[in-house]
């Protein structure tokens, strides 16, 4: 991160602005809204900047900049045509320890503008920290189109009633649910039909009725998808950004860890091979523990909670102890990976069935029915079977397969790591050994993965 993301408060604060031309005279637009005392300091006043004098208050000094003109103010924007103007109230700005925009150069600049959407007191700024401005305008007239101007009114209409809340729940996790339901319930909808005093009206009942009884809370089994943030469903991002708690696997990504909640506590619970942070028993009672204190947790697990992810344990135990719950399904890896590797599971000509196992070693051993997987004309999907490679290779082999059956292996699917490495049951051992490959991994087996070097479309690193 480049640029740190703050809010001024120039109300009532002097800012300068060097230049009067139609560029600086935007600048002066947006300050002006912000509530601060504007002077203008510069040799040429344009006439869009001499017509904002009256209406936006502004100090106008038609003159030449000079580095003592700086003093008493707390912003400075410059916003000339001249370099060696620049430069100067950028150095005397960054001595004086001034906040400092040089339009169209960051490298001059402390600090930047956004593309801004005011729905005041909702404002939200989008950056690119200099690099590439039409998309954060694109970004933001994005943003615009699926956050009405009705969200100010909400937020005005919270304020009003913000103190009052505070005194009737105070505690703080019953507050932020009693304040989320409102956001997202009836009486924000008749806040956005324009029915305000209906609003108002329901949030004093609302309050009202409150009664300050600490409900159990709930879980969340959000299956995560393979790897990608933006694989999550609506409904898997929108249960995670209102828990209070994310208990999370290996495989769930760092980026879709920072889609919670900032406040919201994280809780690791990965397992390696012969390497478990918590064991299964005691996860199962921890999300119950959680759950009884009132907590909205999230459980996150990579790929789909039922699908090699114990989600089916996990619920087991939170239905014996009463707790409410619900599953969110997510993007398998077989399902995921496959798609980014241009490997389709079943095809006509190919594969008319689809058979997912576990490559998980136990005993140093890969138990499963080789003679099922042997079989002709069907795709078989090995998770966590880099280990036991060598093994799924000989034993299929031995059971019937041809060595020269095609079998890929993905690394980290739908990710920026993604690697496919693709060969046959006699070859790709061997390769796979001189690759220096990182878990998680997905087997492909069929002859399917001869689709791959035709339909592959996602890129991968040589």
């Known amino acids: 991160m480049d640029y740190f993301p703050v809010f001024f408060k120039l109300k009532g604060q002097n800012c300068l602005v060097v230049g009067a031309g139609d560029i600086a005279a935007r600048k002066i637009e947006l300050l002006s809204r912000a509530g601060a005392n504007i002077t203008v300091i510069a040799k040429d006043i344009s006439p869009t900047v001499a017509a904002m004098q009256d209406s936006h208050s502004l100090t106008l000094q038609q003159t030449a ?38 339009v169209d150069n960051p490298g001059l600049s402390s600090f930047i503008f956004p593309a801004i959407v005011d729905r005041s007191p909702i404002v939200i700024a989008v950056s690119s920290g200099g690099s590439a401005p039409v998309l954060a305008r694109l970004l933001r007239a994005k943003i615009e189109s699926v956050i009405p101007p009705a969200y100010g009114r909400l937020a005005n209409l919270a304020e009003k009633f913000r103190d009052k809340v505070k005194q ?41 009725d409150y009664d300050g009884t600490v409900n159990n809370g ?34 769930v990504s760092p980026e879709i860890i920072d889609l919670a909640r900032r406040d919201s506590e994280k809780i690791y619970v990965g397992k390696q091979r012969q390497n478990h ?28 909670p039922f ?3 114990r989600g089916g344990e996990e619920i087991e135990t939170l239905m014996a102890q009463g707790i409410h719950f619900q599953v969110v399904p997510g993007i398998t890896a077989a399902s995921g990976c496959a798609s980014y590797a241009g490997i389709p599971l079943t095809h006509r000509d190919h594969a008319q069935s689809c058979v997912f196992v576990t490559g998980h070693l136990k005993d140093d051993c890969v138990n499963l029915n080789w003679t ?34 095609p079998i890929a292996l993905i690394q980290q699917g739908t990710t920026d790591n993604q690697i496919v490495l693709t060969g046959t049951l006699e070859t790709l051992p061997t390769l796979v050994k001189n690759q220096h490959i990182k878990a ?4 492909i087996i069929g002859t399917v993965v001869c689709l791959h070097n035709k339909l592959k479309w996602f890129g991968q690193h040589p």
């Not at 996790?173 to 319930?185: L, V, Y």
């Not at 943030?229 to 696997?249: M, S």
């Not at 299964?280 to 009132?294: E, F, P, R, W, Y």
């Not at 998680?440 to 087997?443: M, Q």
């Open 65 to 102: 900049f000079a580095q003592a003109d700086l003093r008493q103010f707390k912003l400075i924007v410059s916003a000339t045509d001249d370099i060696e103007t620049n430069k100067l109230v950028a150095n005397t700005a960054t001595e004086q320890g001034i906040p400092v925009n040089v």
């Open 168 to 208: 009737r729940i105070n505690i703080a996790p019953q507050r932020r649910i009693f304040w989320e339901n409102t956001f997202q319930g009836i009486i924000a909808e008749q806040v956005f039909s324009g029915n305000e005093q209906k609003a108002e009206q329901l949030l004093k009942q609302a309050l009202n």
């Open 218 to 251: 709930e879980v969340y089994l959000i299956g995560a998808g393979p790897g990608a943030a933006d694989l999550l469903t609506f409904r898997a991002l929108r249960l995670l950004q209102q828990a209070d708690v994310v208990v999370y696997d290996r495989l």
């Open 277 to 304: 942070t918590l064991p299964q028993v005691s996860i199962n009672q921890l999300l119950t523990d959680l759950a009884k204190a009132g907590k909205r947790v999230a459980r996150l697990k990579g790929g789909d």
């Open 307 to 309: 699908i090699f992810g």
């Open 372 to 405: 099922q997987l042997a079989l002709p004309n069907q795709t078989v999907v090995i998770y966590m079977g880099l280990i036991g490679l060598e093994q799924i290779c000989h034993s299929l082999i031995a059971h019937g397969s041809p060595k020269d059956l």
């Open 440 to 443: 998680p991994t997905l087997i």
